[in-house]
């Protein structure tokens, strides 16, 4: 699954955004002249949205310890597993970083330029340079990741391909094999059916043969052969169980 169809990172793009407006919102707030009503507000406002972010990093934290119970099923190693342990991790510092300098703005007018410049100086200690090389490093590890996964995937269709295509070779050799017998029994067919017509042409000839000499010989003839017959049955059966 490609980064831009893992949901993980789509909920991380709207978190990272929600970050960077909040951090934007910070600084306009420690810009503000102190006592100012319109700064309180602010700050209402920076800890609500604080609050807000906090969940959506916990919630995602959820769905990262559900993966790590089966990473496979979900396409990811131990390697994309940390990264995003990371990333939820440095979020959730920098959210809580502004939070706490919000409350220790608010809690007291002697020390809040101390406090709010040591949160400030807090925020700023997490190097962005060394915080994009480690983006940057995830990033080509993920690539790496996904393009070794890819090239997997596709030696796996080809294997399946090759699996595939001798199955049907297989198949077409039955089936002309099916062909084969089946024009063989065909002929077979044929064969026999031309036969028991020339049988039945010889039977239908005897049989008019044997009218035309029952005819000739009229009912004396007649007798005399069936009495020829049974004599005959006779002698034949005698021979047979007597002898």
């Known amino acids: ?3 831009a169809q893992d949901p993980f990172y789509i909920v991380k793009e709207e978190i990272q955004e929600s970050i960077d407006k909040l951090q934007s919102t910070f600084y306009q707030w420690e810009r503000m002249p102190y006592e100012s009503g319109e700064k309180v507000h602010m700050a209402k406002e920076l800890l609500a949205a604080c609050e807000s972010v906090e969940w959506q990093v916990d919630e995602l934290d959820k769905t ?3 993966a790590a119970r089966g990473p496979s099923w979900y396409g990811i190693d131990e390697v994309e597993l940390e990264k995003r342990k990371r990333w939820t991790s440095t979020a959730r510092t920098q959210v809580g970083n502004m939070k706490k300098a919000v409350v220790a703005g608010e809690d007291s007018n002697g020390t809040r330029s101390v406090s709010v410049s040591g949160m400030r100086r807090e925020l700023m200690r997490m190097p962005n340079s060394h915080q994009n090389n480690q983006y940057a490093q995830d990033d080509d590890d993920f690539i790496q990741s996904e393009s070794d996964r890819q090239l997997l995937l596709i030696k796996q269709q080809d294997d399946e391909l090759d699996v595939l295509s001798a199955s049907v070779e297989r198949i ?8 084969e017998e089946l024009l063989a029994q065909e002929k077979i067919i044929d064969e026999l059916g031309t036969e028991m017509d020339s049988t039945s042409n010889r039977l239908d000839f005897v049989q008019k ?3 035309m000499v029952m005819k000739k010989a009229g009912a004396k003839g007649q ?3 069936i009495l020829f017959l049974v004599v005959l049955f006779i002698i034949l059966f005698v021979l047979v169980f007597f002898t």
């Open 64 to 66: 990262i310890a559900v």
């Open 223 to 225: 007798i005399m052969m």
């Open 209 to 211: 043969k044997v009218a």
């Open 1 to 3: 699954m490609s980064s």
């Open 172 to 179: 077409g050799g039955v089936g002309l094999t099916i062909h």
